[in-house]
């Protein structure tokens, strides 16, 4: 199966990115997480999104505040698909990442998940890579009725309480 690569690029995104590492566990997803800047260390940062796909990733996640240029760096030295994750900050709220985010030139496409997004980041890398996974699909498609299954379940308790 091919894995997921997920880059941040600061070790205090970490929070955040661990919910994408959970859901990438619990659909047994294999995945590998690094810290690389943008900005800070952009050498290393091209280093391994030039090599990815022959280091056995399918899709990137990239997650970044601020000017959030992390993940338009990392479309620009890879065809792999990219899926940014807009991280807040403490001036905007996370709309300034929002907006860097997911304002690529043509070309250079990113896909972008909600602010701090990172949950759906990892359910839309595994779904990318299931297309060629049907074993992935089914757990996919297990994890979504689960979740359907909790909120009728909830509905339930609502309903008896106040109806």
């Known amino acids: 199966m091919l894995k997921v690569g997920i880059v941040m690029g600061s070790a205090s995104d970490l929070p955040i990115v661990r919910k994408a590492a959970d ?7 294999p995945y590998e997480v690094h810290v690389y800047s943008a900005h800070r ?7 391994f999104t030039r090599n990815a796909r022959a280091n056995g990733i399918g899709v990137i996640i990239a997650a970044a505040g601020m000017a ?4 338009g760096a990392v479309a620009a030295n890879t065809t792999l698909p ?3 994750i ?3 900050s403490s001036n905007l709220d996370g709309m300034d990442a929002l907006l860097s985010t997911v304002q690529m030139p043509p070309g250079m496409p990113v896909a ?3 602010i701090n997004g990172a949950k759906n980041a990892a359910i839309l890398a595994a779904q990318i890579i299931s297309l060629t996974d049907p074993e992935l699909a089914a757990r996919i498609e ?3 009725e689960a979740t359907r299954a909790a909120i009728l379940e909830k509905n ?3 309903e008896a309480e106040f109806n």
């Open 23 to 29: 859901m990438l566990d619990t659909l047994e997803v």
């Open 41 to 47: 260390t952009p050498d290393q940062a091209a280093d």
């Open 68 to 71: 959030a240029h992390l993940a």
């Open 82 to 84: 990219v899926i940014g």
């Open 86 to 88: 807009p991280l807040t």
């Open 112 to 114: 972008t998940v909600a």
């Open 142 to 144: 297990a994890d979504r």
């Open 156 to 158: 339930a308790e609502v």
